[in-house]
């Protein structure tokens, strides 16, 4: 199962980006492609399909959008196909709450998306899409964790300053920016 891939977009098309890492061009089917910027370097967070005749890799600019993905993807009648136009055309926010708030008009608007689908996304998701809660954490916010809880800060306090971190940075640098962040 790959997690992301870093690399340079060297295609961009309609349906897919094609991104090259260590000499390999993946491609990936994107929501939106032309999000991307063609011969930069970007991080592309991946979801795998195996199928029975084909195995497909779907390509998402935030872990948030392909968290959406893939909750929208576990709605009965919901394929990848669907689930992309949703991404597509709506932002990770706006969707999020209008499942929550029981907008089906607004899921609707989403090609392939009637009154059957869209009550069935309320009703498999509402109240469920909690993007804190199935965040995959990298090995190096866990250990900002650890120490954090070893300093005797709360669970409750640590859960506000993780999101605010830079995944990015070494994890020295991560507690430290936690502990400036703890004591303001």
């Known amino acids: 199962m790959y ?10 098309n309609p349906n897919f980006v094609c991104i ?14 032309y999000a991307y910027i063609l011969h930069t370097e ?6 795998q399909k ?3 005749d084909q ?7 935030t872990l948030k959008a392909r968290e959406l993905f893939i909750r929208l993807i576990s709605v009965n009648g919901i394929g990848p196909k669907s689930a992309n136009a949703i991404l597509a055309s709506g932002s990770v926010e706006s969707i999020t709450k209008a499942i929550d708030d029981s907008n089906a008009k607004y899921l609707q608007k989403f090609p392939g998306i009637g009154p059957k689908a869209s009550q069935q996304i309320i009703l498999d998701l509402k109240g469920k899409i909690d993007f804190d ?18 300093l005797g800060y709360k669970q409750a306090e640590i859960k506000k300053v993780i999101p605010k971190l830079d995944p990015e940075k070494q994890t020295n640098e991560l507690i430290k920016d936690a502990l400036a962040m703890m004591l303001k």
Request: aromatic share 12%; proline share 3%; net charge negative.
């Open 42 to 47: 970007t991080t592309v967070y991946i979801y």
């Open 20 to 33: 090259e890492n260590n000499g390999i061009g993946y491609k990936l089917i994107a929501p939106n492609p």
């Open 50 to 52: 195996i199928n029975d």
């Open 3 to 12: 997690n992301y891939i870093k690399g340079i977009i060297t295609e961009i």
């Open 133 to 150: 809660a199935f965040a995959v954490k990298s090995g190096s916010m866990i250990e900002v964790e650890e120490a954090l809880e070893a």
């Open 55 to 61: 195995i497909a890799l779907y390509g998402f600019k």
